[in-house]
């Protein structure tokens, strides 16, 4: 690692689910890691669902998980109840998902951070980001550092800014403002500031949260019970088993009583009074705009989920709102069940400022900052899960900078991670920005069941992955290997198993239980499982494949970092203006550049390969 | 849209203008001689052939229909783009060179870019470096040729069945998008399996009706001269004398807007379209927006502007950042009435055009040197490749669409596999979009949340 005359490596600003993945991949690859965070207690803290996972998601954490990251191993320990979504569909939609305890998760994560070598946590906040012109990086600033707000400072080479909704961060529930970036916490005015002065812009969404009650005041008998499944899918591929017993959710729902309720207190809501302007996510409205859009709509669904397994508090998902607390409080009492329930948290929606992501590459920098990364909401994002992701890729770039070594850089046929930061850096956000699978264009490949495969290799390249962990996907690969040589080899009626595997409704029990050998190979774990994808995927993963191989052809084709577009003549002005702004890496990235068409890409490409040696180059071999 | 790649196997009609005698078609990529079967014909033996071989065929049409044809395989590297090449030399009918490529994409070749065979030859080497210019020079004026010829089929019905195919695909798409990642919406229903089934034959048959042809389908992919020009410049006068009085030949509408003229008519036996732009207000207030509408519109679409300007009359300033706004290599000059100034033009024109020719379509001097001029320009002109959409497109997209369809179809009311059905579908969407359609995705989310009371 880089000596120099830094106290540190580098700074992780922010102790949440994006800051907590990036202090932990840098300091496992060997930097002198700090993690700055307002309050320890409030490391892992989740601000709004108490879940982890869910469509699009879970991929997320396995992959996470797959590089070595936190959030798998953290949430199936803390988790309380466990669903595996979309079981009904194929393999390639399968999303995990959990409720988990919001006293245990935050307490896990922190045990993992402090025992944590190379790594520290630090109480502060912080108010500016140092930076410097340096001549050698070509008119760039370089990060130096930070100073606290009581006028501490700490040097390092790289600062991953991982702030979530405390740039600036406003609370409204009714007419009430608060600032801060979650209840009970402080918000970071300065440091929006500083970000400004390195010639950053900002921009500002918001978001809301629901209500919380107090569980012993809910009338559980009109509602709906909710079990978690019976043989709970861990999320991390190293937890062999999820041990711990698990609890129901209910559901509820809203009636025309309510939504009339809502209706005349329109006039005090902040989202339609005008108090709060920034866009917030379509797929997470609160009640009232659900009421407005959809106004012939007489249920809206409400799932109460308890916020830990002797918690409390139940978190009204599905009711997210910043109405008045009055209001809030008559709502409640229309839901069946709820009558008498009372409230212990008030929903509120928050506004807070985010870095919009063309101004970061594909490394997760800062393009004018060298050395500066930013992960998670300040990025326009929303969600634990897309977060501890960025966070993840973050860290890694910020360490492998400081080391003088190339980013890691996820593609869109490797991970939802690297579909996720190519949306962010190539398109930027208009709203905050979610994952779903219908995102993927190579979703046949990107399944929870193969995160392993396509990552954990790639981990052990970066050195995320230790060995006990390399160790075990080795043995898992192997056994695959060896039950589909046997799928292939035994036969049943004449025909190899694999064969009638293929058929739709078969599941091969019948086979486990008649041949020793296919259940020793397939015993525990989801061995079997993945096998059976293989085969009733077959066609469509090696279709998949061949589209991914052709994704790779522009992917791979670098663009020169100095590529003047306006020099170019004969290309299309909409497509120079594009590529100017957003400065893809390669032509698979500029392919995806809104407003350019499939000449410009080929022209592109001619123009590279022209720009390359003089003498005849071979651009592919001769069949 | 499809991403060019470097390694598939393109496909393209280039043959120049037609009617002509000879058509070729030409493919470029690996499956290029794997494809040739699918005609009817068998690429030569003799794999370590060094020279390309000709074989004379036939092309299998249908049971009982064929073309001859003589096919050139050149075998990489040793081609023109270094990949396997096949050129089928068979009869110029743009119609059945249409079809036959229709297949080739049915089978999986994909449409060439414009000047895609030779940015191949560029990329393999087979041109020197120092020729780069050259390529993209070329590629670039065939992007345009190509996008003036997608803005006038905007117009016609055939761009108008795909869009509408493409926004049912979209529709449906995000149903079923919506049932894998809103799963956890109980109460919502987004589509049922018979509802899928029902969806796709409704599209399938939008294309089916398609094929059956309109003439515009069939249409060959003309140039198109437009005549534009201040009122009174003598514009309808010069239509009148090109197309020779034969109104019969005169059509209002030929895939553009009701108030221009057109007519398809001959230059030394290149056929090309003919647009009056006149009909446009005569009245001094209209005349800015007149000539603004006329000159883009002409700027935008024709291939070549012929600007009639009547040489006894000043020129408007208007009238000349009119004409500064067209292309210059696509503006040809021509001085009308010029019986009234003694056979020539008393002053030189404001600015350049590509050429000048003077007539006087009064006493008929100039109109043969003008036909000249014009059959000259639109043979140096690029080959016309981009067509918006052909048959293969829509025969590859249904084929897709079939397979969805075969999915969803004896499961009960359940949708089976939504992500495979997804893939299909997807699949067909992108061969019959053009542009890029990266934001499919966001469209797709916007249709889900604009309908759907979805999210927590």
């Known amino acids: 690692m880089h000596q120099g005359s830094a106290e540190y490596d580098v700074l992780v600003i922010g102790g949440g689910h994006a800051g907590a993945e990036a202090a932990w991949a840098a300091a496992n690859l060997g930097a002198r890691t700090v993690l700055l965070t307002h309050r320890r207690e409030a490391i892992g803290r989740m601000s709004c669902n108490p879940a982890i996972g869910g469509i699009g998601k879970g991929q997320i954490v396995r992959e996470i998980d797959a590089l070595g990251g936190l959030m798998g191993l953290v949430a199936d320990e803390a988790g309380i109840q466990f669903r595996l979504l979309n079981r009904r569909k194929g393999p390639a939609v399968w999303a995990p998902r959990a409720q988990a305890d919001s006293r245990v998760y935050p307490a896990v994560l922190r045990r993992y951070l402090e025992n944590c070598p190379n790594l520290s946590i630090v109480e502060g906040a912080v108010e500016t980001i140092l930076a410097e012109r340096h001549d050698k990086s070509g008119g760039h600033q370089r990060v130096a550092g930070v100073v606290l707000q009581h006028g501490g400072c700490l040097t390092a080479p790289a600062v991953v800014v991982a702030v979530g909704t405390f740039l600036r961060g406003l609370m409204h529930t009714g007419a009430d403002t608060t600032p801060g970036g979650r209840v009970g916490e402080d918000a970071a005015d300065r440091l929006s500031e500083s970000l400004r002065g390195l010639g950053l812009t900002l921009g500002r969404l918001k978001t809301g949260t629901p209500p919380r009650v107090a569980r012993d005041s809910v009338d559980f008998s009109p509602l709906v019970e909710q079990a978690g499944d019976e043989q709970p899918l861990p999320f991390s591929f190293m937890t062999p088993k999820i041990t711990q017993p698990q609890v129901p959710c209910w559901l509820a729902a809203t009636n025309p009583q309510a939504h009339e309720l809502i209706r005349v207190n329109l006039h005090r809501a902040p989202l339609y009074t005008g108090q709060i302007e920034s866009t917030g996510p379509r797929y997470c409205p609160s009640i009232e705009t659900k009421i407005v859009r959809f106004p012939d709509k007489e249920r809206h669904q409400i799932f109460l989920e308890p916020e830990g397994r002797d918690s409390e508090r139940i978190y009204l998902n599905g009711l997210s709102t910043s109405l008045p607390r009055d209001v809030q409080q008559r709502l409640v009492a229309l839901v069946p069940g709820l009558a008498r329930a009372r409230i212990v948290q008030w929903g509120y929606a928050i506004e807070y400022d985010f870095v919009p992501p063309e101004q970061t590459d594909a490394a997760l920098m800062t393009k004018k900052v060298h050395g500066l990364f930013l992960a998670g909401q300040i990025n326009g994002t929303s969600g634990y899960e897309e977060a501890a992701g960025q966070g993840l890729v973050a860290g890694v770039n910020a360490a492998r900078f400081v080391a003088g070594r190339d980013p890691l850089i996820l593609g869109r046929d490797q991970a939802y991670i690297g579909v996720m930061i190519d949306d962010l850096v190539t398109r930027g956000v208009v709203e905050p920005y979610r994952m779903f699978t219908s995102r993927a264009e190579h979703r046949m490949h990107l399944r929870y069941d193969n995160a392993d495969q396509r990552l954990t290799p790639v981990g052990r390249a970066y050195g995320l992955v230790q060995d006990d962990r390399w160790a075990h996907f080795l043995r898992m690969k192997d056994r695959l290997v060896r039950l589909a040589d046997a799928l292939e080899r035994l036969r049943y009626d004449g025909r190899p198993i694999r064969e009638w595997l293929k058929r739709p409704e078969e599941e091969g029990e019948r086979f486990l239980r008649s041949f020793d050998e296919l259940r020793e190979l397939a015993d525990g774990s989801d061995v079997w499982t993945r096998a059976l994808i293989a085969v009733k995927y077959e066609g469509y993963i090696d279709r998949q494949q061949r589209l991914i191989a052709r994704f790779r052809e522009l992917e791979d084709q670098p663009i020169p970092a100095t590529i003047d577009y306006r020099a170019l003549k004969q290309f299309r002005r909409e497509a120079v203006e594009r590529w100017s702004a957003v400065r893809p890496r390669n032509v698979g990235q500029a392919a995806r550049v809104s407003g350019v068409h499939p000449t410009d890409v080929a022209m592109l490409l001619v123009h590279i390969v022209g720009g390359r040696k003089r003498d005849r180059t071979e651009v592919f071999p001769p069949e | ?456």
Not at chain 2, 216 to 226: D, L, N
């Open chain 2, 1 to 456: 849209m499809r991403v060019p790649g470097t390694t598939d196997t393109i496909v393209a009609v280039s043959s120049g203008w037609l009617p002509s005698p000879v058509g070729i078609i030409r493919l470029s990529g690996p499956d290029s001689f794997d494809l040739m079967p699918s005609l009817g014909l068998a690429p030569p033996d003799a794999p370590g052939e060094a020279r390309p071989a000709w074989t004379a065929g036939r092309l299998a049409l249908g049971s009982d229909q064929w073309l001859p044809v003589m096919a050139m395989w050149f075998r990489a590297p040793r081609s023109y783009t270094g990949q396997h090449v096949v050129e089928l030399h068979t009869v110029g009918c743009l119609p059945l060179l249409r079809e036959i490529a229709a297949r080739l994409i049915e089978q999986g070749a994909r449409r060439a870019l414009p000047g895609e065979f030779t940015a191949r030859a560029f990329l393999s080497g087979r041109l020197a470096a120092s020729q780069v210019e050259g390529v993209l020079a070329l590629m670039s004026s065939e992007q345009e040729a190509a996008v003036r010829q997608a803005a006038r089929l905007a117009r016609g019905s055939e761009r108008r069945i795909a869009e509408d195919v493409v926004r049912g695909i979209v529709r449906l798409l995000a149903l079923i998008e919506a049932g894998i990642d809103f799963v956890d919406e109980e109460d919502v229903r987004f589509i049922s399996a018979p509802e899928v089934v029902r969806e796709i034959d409704t599209l399938v048959a939008g294309i089916d009706a398609e094929q059956g042809g309109s003439a515009a389908s069939k249409r060959p992919g003309r140039p198109h001269i437009a005549l534009a020009g201040f009122p009174n410049a003598g514009k309808s006068t010069l239509f009148n004398c090109l197309v020779g009085y034969e109104r019969a030949l005169v059509s209002p509408v030929l895939g553009t807007t009701r108030d221009v003229l057109s007519a398809e008519l001959e230059f030394g036996g290149l056929g090309a379209v003919l647009q009056d732009c006149a009909g446009v207000g005569d009245t001094a207030d209209e005349l800015e927006l007149a000539c603004h509408h006329a000159g883009e519109r002409a700027a935008q679409e024709a291939d070549l502007v012929l600007w009639v300007h009547a040489a006894d009359t000043v020129w408007d300033e208007r009238e000349v950042s009119a004409c500064a706004r067209m292309p210059f290599e696509r503006r040809l000059l021509v001085w009308s009435k010029t019986d009234l100034t003694g056979g020539r033009p008393r002053a030189a024109a404001p600015l350049d055009f590509l050429d000048e020719v003077v007539v006087s379509a009064v006493s008929g001097t100039g109109v043969a040197a003008l036909e000249e001029l014009v059959a000259g320009r639109l043979e140096k002109m690029a080959a016309l490749r981009g067509e918006a959409l052909c048959a293969g497109e829509l025969h590859a997209a249904t084929a897709a669409l079939k397979r969805a369809r075969m999915i969803a179809a004896g499961s009960g009311d359940v949708l089976p596999s939504p992500e495979l059905i997804s893939l299909e579908l997807r699949a067909a969407h992108e061969l019959l979009t053009s542009e890029t359609s990266r934001g499919l995705d966001e469209e797709l989310l916007s249709r889900i949340f604009s309908e759907f009371c979805v999210g927590k």
